[in-house]
């Protein structure tokens, strides 16, 4: 922690930052596969803290595949913007609502701020207390009983004014009564002193005496005047606590306001505070509204974690990132232009991705990014794990639908064949295994199928989006088309997309049924494959890969027609 040596606020130094390493949205098995395995691979050539991350839920397919090789699921993360988390947060000790108004300005001017977090014993925040309160309360105009008003203990009196408890208990409490300055006679302060008076005096016995007679709370003897053994008796039988102090009358007199307990004056309603998940934008905004110089952070049950301040926003670290299985933004995870992107591994198009800086970037023309993740294991000489193995072979097998799309290389099955023999499975049951697990779609809503391999493309003016559902039964694709038309025209009108396709693809029959939505998307289709559609379905026979066949050829229909 670094901590300035006239300040005792210390701004706890951020842990080196992970790298997360996520695919695109609504994830396929190649999308988290190579995830997980690209981070394992990274952890290991450099020691460092790679995580795996996806950006939407998880399909059947997929969930089948890690639970079959034993593997947990990365945690899934919506945003990537930054968050308080990611800035610098002072750890400042919080401070009791018991404590007096002269400890807390102490406290401020050791620790070299102007706000003070006040808490529970427990650590829950209850108010904040700041330099303007403090200095309020100093100018503002009060009642002479303030300080029994606010509850002050005889322990905060006793210390602001550097005095000396004779009689009575420190932890008593002022509950009644007002401040006299006795500077008339007995027999004139007799007409003044009422039960619970706080009566300050110099070294007069006569009215102390008095005082006491009277009932009053406290008598505080100023200028380091002796206090008699007489009066010490007459103070404990009448219950009147003695304070001696070595400050005269005047000072004690302005002084003694500030033992006030500052949760008389501390703000407590309508607190202004954030949690470390809260997003820098959010909070830069917030800050611009209420000017505060600097702003608590709690968790979730309201304990605090420390203060903000507005000149630390510009020091948020933002979230480093490692891009598996995609290149454009539409498909990435939200916030992604506030992140830093380190590497970019996939086997796409090239997209509208742009970066800040250059980057490391790999992309080969192969049906699967965990090809190419096999290959780095390889070039960095380092084994690869039966787990692992099995999570790359399951990539290429779902991104080939088990080497039968077009996009498929000899080099996809040669790998996926070597990876089965170190994961100790059978490509073929293993792929009939996948595949029938991803097609159990009585027990999914429209929502979870629809979503489950979704994808955005900017085609000229036209935004488009593409879904892809497989299955190795053509009848049970046509129910799943008649199903999901109604949910396709409401998703239309939500998603800001002007066409949906959905693409149902028949692995065994090698061929997908389209299902086209919005205006022109029947007719676009018709043009790009030169097909007739029956209502709303093309049928595509040889059509299996959205990435290789489909999309390509809706683009160049696209850009002739434009």
Not at 76 to 98: A, F, H, T, W
Not at 465 to 473: F, L, P, R, T, V
Not at 508 to 532: P, R, T
Not at 535 to 547: C, I, Q
Request: hydrophobic share 40%.
């Amino acid at each position: 922690m670094n901590k300035d040596k006239n300040s005792e606020v210390e701004a706890v130094e951020l842990p080196e930052k992970p790298v997360f390493v996520i695919g695109h949205q609504n994830p396929d098995t190649d999308s988290i596969c190579s995830a997980i395995a690209y981070a394992a691979l990274k952890r290991q050539i450099t020691g460092k803290r790679y995580i795996a991350k996806r950006a939407g839920q998880m399909n059947l397919e997929t969930k089948y595949v890690l639970k079959k090789f034993g593997v947990e699921a990365p945690f899934y993360i919506s945003d990537v913007r930054r968050q308080v988390k990611d800035m610098e947060i002072n750890s400042l000790k919080p401070i009791r609502g018991c404590l007096s108004l002269k400890k807390a300005w102490e406290r401020m001017e050791a620790s070299n701020v102007v706000t003070l977090p006040v808490c529970t014993t427990e650590g829950v925040l209850e108010g904040i207390i700041t330099e303007g309160d403090i200095a309020e309360s100093y100018m503002g105009m009060y009642t002479a009983d303030i300080l029994s008003q606010a509850k002050t203990s005889y322990k905060n009196i006793v210390e602001t004014l550097n005095g000396e408890l004779v009689v009575g208990e420190m932890e008593d409490i002022l509950d009644h009564g007002k401040i006299l300055i006795a500077a008339a006679n007995p027999d004139t302060l007799e007409q003044y002193i009422e039960e619970g008076d706080v009566v300050i005096t110099g070294n007069r016995y006569e009215t102390q005496l008095c005082a006491i007679e009277m009932n009053a709370g406290c008598i505080i003897v100023s200028a380091g005047a002796q206090v008699t053994r007489t009066i010490v008796k007459m103070a404990t039988e009448n219950h009147c606590h003695v304070i001696k102090t070595p400050l005269d009358t005047f000072t004690v007199a302005r002084l003694i306001n500030q033992s006030i307990p500052i949760e008389f004056f501390m703000k407590q309603e309508d607190l202004i505070t954030f949690g470390k998940n809260d997003f820098i934008d959010d909070v830069k905004e917030t800050m611009q509204r209420y000017r505060h110089r600097d702003f608590p952070v709690v968790d979730k049950d309201n304990n605090f974690l420390g203060m903000i301040s507005r000149r630390k926003l510009l020091g948020a670290r933002k979230k480093r990132m490692i891009l598996v299985d995609h290149n454009e933004m539409s498909q990435a995870v939200d916030g992604l232009m506030d992140a830093e992107i380190l590497e970019v591994i996939d086997h796409h198009r090239i997209g509208s991705l742009e970066t800040n800086g250059p980057v490391y970037f790999r992309n080969q023309p192969l049906g699967c990014t965990a090809t190419i993740i096999t290959q780095m294991y390889r070039e960095n000489n380092v084994e690869i794990p039966p787990a692992i193995a099995g999570l790359l072979c399951s990539a290429i097998i779902s991104d080939t639908l088990m080497y039968r799309s077009p996009t498929c290389t000899p080099l996809d099955q040669q790998i996926c064949e070597e990876l089965a023999q170190i994961a100790g499975i059978v490509v073929e049951d293993h792929a009939k295994a996948m595949f029938t697990a991803g097609s159990d779609f009585d027990n999914r809503t429209d929502e979870e199928i629809f979503y489950q391999d979704y994808k955005k493309f900017v085609m000229g003016s036209h935004q488009v989006a593409i879904g892809q559902i497989s299955s190795m039964d053509e009848k049970e694709l046509l129910r799943i088309r008649d199903r999901l038309e109604p949910f396709a025209q409401k998703v239309l009108l939500t998603d800001q997309t002007d066409m949906i396709y959905l693409m149902l693809t028949d692995i065994l029959g090698e061929s997908s049924f389209m299902l086209c939505v919005g205006e022109g998307s029947v007719e676009l289709m018709e043009n790009a494959f030169d097909v007739k559609a029956e209502g709303s379905t093309a049928y595509l026979p040889g059509v299996v890969s959205r990435k290789k066949q489909l999309v390509p050829k809706l683009m160049a229909t696209v850009q002739q027609e434009g």
